[in-house]
């Protein structure tokens, strides 16, 4: 009959656990990026509770291509001997900075680093469902609030803060804050 065939695997806290396999759509994709960008680097994010083991590979300008691939030896084997590019380890070099910056400057919609502005100002006018969009990471970050139309930067040093603190790996899976945390980033426009 296959009632049970649409049921998706779940983690101990609830969350849905994804069922697909590394493509070759995937493999495709990476391989794509990497033939197109310059100084191109491979990241091996490990597996997790929550997501499968990923490979992101960045450019030298930051832009960056994520794709599941199928163990973290495959990742190594496929960066190495099929891209020719060098291969790091995300949990002991992390991600480079240059991808987070990449990121935030596609987030505000500044043009490269040509221009150089530090810091820009929310709106003047916040919604009510911004504003408790902010009150939420600052009471899952556990800081004190922020004042009134806090800066972009402000914001994401908070929201990095809430992140840390409700990550479902740091709370045994248990997904509830750390989707909330979420909502409350889409909310505001923040880049992950």
Same mark, same amino acid.
């Given at each position: ?34 033939? *197109?960008?310059?100084?191109?680097? +491979?990241?091996?994010? !490990? #597996? ?5 083991? &990923? $490979?992101?590979? =960045? /450019? ?57 502005? *530090?810091?820009?100002?929310?709106? +003047?006018?916040?919604? !009510? #469902? ?5 009150? &939420? $990471?600052?009471? =899952? /970050? ?51």
């Amino acid at each position: 009959m296959g009632i049970f065939r649409g049921r998706k695997a779940r983690t101990d806290g609830g969350a849905v656990v994804s069922d697909r396999n590394a493509s070759r759509a995937d493999l495709d994709a990476l391989r794509a990026f990497a033939e *197109s960008r310059q100084g191109v680097e +491979a990241y091996v994010e !490990p #597996k997790t509770s929550v997501t499968q083991t &990923t $490979l992101l590979l =960045v /450019a030298a300008d930051g832009e960056s291509i994520r794709r599941r691939v199928a163990s973290a030896q495959a990742a190594y084997e496929f960066a190495r001997k099929k891209l020719n590019i060098p291969v790091y380890d995300a949990n002991l070099v992390g991600v480079p900075s240059r991808k987070r910056d990449y990121d935030l400057r596609k987030a505000k919609g500044t043009p490269p680093p040509s221009s150089s502005s *530090s810091t820009t100002s929310a709106p +003047a006018k916040q919604t !009510p #469902k911004e504003l408790a969009a902010i009150m &939420t $990471l600052e009471s =899952v /970050a556990g800081v004190d609030p922020l004042p009134t139309n806090p800066s972009f930067d402000e914001l994401m040093r908070v929201y990095r803060k809430a992140r840390k603190q409700a990550h479902p790996d740091r709370l045994g899976g248990e997904r509830t804050k750390w989707d909330t945390v979420e909502d409350a980033a889409r909310t505001l426009g923040l880049p992950d």
